[in-house]
C-alpha cells in the first residue's frame, strides 16, 4: 500500500513538473513574441533624421543656389523677388532687413511654425516650435543667387536646428520630424521663389 501511494504521488509529482514546464515555455514562447513584436512596431515607426544640405565653410544647414535668366537685368529680377515677397510675407516692411534695388540686394528674416505628430507619425494641429531664418538674395544682370540660412527655433536664446540631428537625442524621432517638416516648408518657399524670379511677370492690359 505504501509502496503504492509512493508511486501516485510520483506520477503526481512528475505530472506537476510537467504542467510547470508546459507553463514556463508558453510564457517564454509570449515573451519573445512581445519582443518580437515591439521591436518590429519601434521599426516600424522609427524615423530617420533627414539629411539636410550644408554650408561647405561653417557645416551649417543652409539652402543655397545661383541661377541664370539670360537677358533679364538685376533691377527687373529684384523686382520680381520683391513682389513674391511681398505675396508671401504678411507685413513685409518689419520682415525686410535690406532692401537695395541699386545694388541688387534683398533680405528677409522669414518664420514659420512647427507642428507635433503624433505616435502614428500623423501631423497634429499643436505647435511645438517657432523656426526662423535669414534669406538673402544677390542679382545681376541675367543671375541671381540666394542662400537660406541661420536657421534656428525662436528662444530666449538662439537655438539653431542642428541640435535636432543628434541621434542619441532621446527625442530622436520627434527631431527627425521637425527637421523633415522644415526641409519641406522651405523646398516648398524656394520652389514658389525660383518659379516666380524666373518668369516674366504678365503684361497688364489697358482696358480704358
Same mark, same amino acid.
Given at each position: $500500500? ?6 501516485i504521488?510520483?506520477?503526481e509529482s512528475?505530472?506537476d %513538473?510537467?504542467k510547470?514546464?508546459?507553463l $514556463?515555455?508558453?510564457i517564454?514562447? $509570449?515573451l519573445?513574441v ?5 521591436g518590429?512596431? !519601434?521599426k516600424k #515607426?522609427?524615423?530617420e533624421?533627414p !539629411?539636410?544640405?550644408k ?5 551649417l544647414?543652409a539652402?543655397?543656389a545661383?541661377?541664370a535668366v539670360?537677358?533679364v ?5 529684384? =523686382?520680381?523677388? +520683391?513682389k513674391w515677397?511681398? =505675396? %508671401?510675407?504678411?507685413?513685409l ?8 534695388r541699386?545694388?541688387?540686394r534683398?533680405?528677409i ?5 512647427v +507642428? ?6 500623423e501631423?497634429? %494641429?499643436?505647435? /511645438?516650435?517657432?523656426? !526662423? ?5 544677390d ?20 537655438q ?8 542619441? =537625442?532621446? #527625442?530622436?524621432?520627434?527631431n527627425a520630424?521637425?527637421? /523633415?517638416?522644415?526641409?519641406?516648408h /522651405?523646398?516648398?518657399l524656394?520652389?514658389g521663389? #525660383?518659379?516666380?524670379? !524666373? ?8 482696358d480704358w
Amino acid at each position: $500500500m505504501l509502496e503504492h501511494n509512493l508511486r501516485i504521488r510520483g506520477s503526481e509529482s512528475k505530472t506537476d %513538473n510537467s504542467k510547470q514546464i508546459d507553463l $514556463m515555455k508558453h510564457i517564454l514562447i $509570449m515573451l519573445l513574441v512581445a519582443v518580437s513584436t515591439t521591436g518590429v512596431a !519601434q521599426k516600424k #515607426n522609427s524615423v530617420e533624421i533627414p !539629411q539636410l544640405p550644408k554650408n561647405a565653410e561653417t557645416g551649417l544647414i543652409a539652402y543655397s543656389a545661383r541661377h541664370a535668366v539670360d537677358g533679364v537685368s538685376s533691377g527687373d529680377l529684384y =523686382d520680381r523677388a +520683391f513682389k513674391w515677397a511681398g =505675396d %508671401n510675407y504678411k507685413n513685409l516692411g518689419e520682415k525686410l532687413r535690406v532692401q537695395n534695388r541699386e545694388e541688387g540686394r534683398l533680405e528677409i528674416f522669414g518664420r514659420f511654425p512647427v +507642428f507635433a505628430h503624433d505616435k502614428k507619425g500623423e501631423l497634429t %494641429n499643436s505647435k /511645438i516650435a517657432l523656426v !526662423q531664418y535669414t534669406f538673402g538674395i544677390d542679382f545681376k544682370d541675367g543671375k541671381y543667387r540666394y542662400s537660406l540660412s541661420k536657421i534656428n527655433q525662436k528662444a530666449s536664446s538662439y537655438q539653431p536646428i542642428e541640435q535636432w540631428e543628434d541621434p542619441n =537625442d532621446p #527625442n530622436r524621432s520627434n527631431n527627425a520630424y521637425k527637421l /523633415i517638416d522644415i526641409d519641406l516648408h /522651405i523646398q516648398a518657399l524656394l520652389e514658389g521663389f #525660383n518659379k516666380a524670379v !524666373q518668369t516674366a511677370p504678365k503684361d497688364k492690359k489697358d482696358d480704358w
